[in-house]
């Protein structure tokens, strides 16, 4: 099942993709779940599945505009340099753990909506990636069972600022500034995925081919990186990690490729869906 997200005339909902269209679960769920992630918290994405199975879709995709799956995650967590390609585009060392950064829940827009190219800088740059919606938490998790924690997974866009980025050895400031993120369109769950290393993953930008590999190609795995991640800090339902990005990024091509205003950046991921966003300069 793909759950979604969305605002409509005004109000925030979640539902479902059936038909081409949207099962509005808010209205069958709603008295028991504010959002999307408040649904996986309690466990209830059998039962949301359940309401949406066989129905015939409430509303169009074109009434609703579309947020990111989970809106309003308590942590996002984002690995770095975990494609042997783009550790060597980079030049990084070898290391014996995944390199972790933040973002913030509010850097991120939904799919359909405009990225923004921030006026301090005409560096910024794509990441193409997977993202996975944590769905049952846990401290120290095992790495054999990491992947039974996962309620699903969503295309990411790791929008980055590069010389905000390179100010000092932290990433923070260069994957923080405001709507410079994509993550959508859809939380698809992982029996639609089925083996999430078997996923392509494609970056486009104008339809041209940038990134391009398979998840079966990352450094760290995903048991890995949701192992490691919880030996430090404890997950819960809804929180969201950004798997890395594959080899191709813009600051590593000569010459380099910086998005501008109109651009459109394609994150496709195979069954787990494209996610598609224009830049937006801004001001």
Request: proline share 7%; hydrophobic share 40%.
């Amino acid at each position: 099942m793909q759950f979604i997200s969305f605002v409509r005339c005004g109000r925030t909902g979640f539902g479902a993709l059936a038909g081409g269209g949207v099962v509005d679960l808010t209205r069958r769920l709603g008295h028991r779940a504010r959002s999307l992630r408040h649904v996986v918290a309690l466990d209830l994405l059998a039962e949301a599945a359940d309401a949406a199975a066989g129905r015939a879709p409430d509303l169009a995709l074109s009434d609703v505009t579309l947020l990111p799956p989970i809106p309003d995650p308590g942590k996002v967590l984002c690995v770095g340099v975990n494609y042997e390609m783009h550790r060597r585009e980079t030049k990084r060392e070898v290391v014996g753990h995944p390199t972790i950064f933040t973002r913030f829940a509010d850097t991120l827009v939904g799919h359909g909506a405009a990225v923004v190219k921030p006026a301090a800088s005409d560096r910024l740059d794509f990441e193409g990636e997977l993202a996975l919606v944590i769905g049952r938490g846990g401290r120290n998790i095992p790495e054999e069972s990491a992947l039974a924690h996962v309620a699903g997974y969503a295309p990411f866009m790791d929008g980055s600022v590069r010389d905000w980025q390179r100010h000092t050895g932290q990433f923070t400031p260069g994957k923080n500034f405001p709507a410079t993120g994509g993550f959508g369109p859809a939380l698809v769950t992982p029996d639609e995925i089925g083996d999430v290393t078997a996923l392509p993953i494609e970056t486009r930008v104008n339809g041209e081919v940038m990134q391009k590999a398979s998840l079966a190609d990352l450094i760290f795995s995903i048991p890995r990186v949701i192992a490691y991640v919880s030996a430090f800090t404890p997950l819960a339902p809804g929180d969201v990690i950004a798997t890395g990005t594959p080899g191709g990024v813009g600051e590593r091509r000569e010459p380099p490729v910086w998005l501008k205003d109109g651009d459109v950046v394609e994150v496709d991921v195979g069954r787990a869906g494209t996610l598609r966003n224009v830049v937006l300069a801004e001001g």
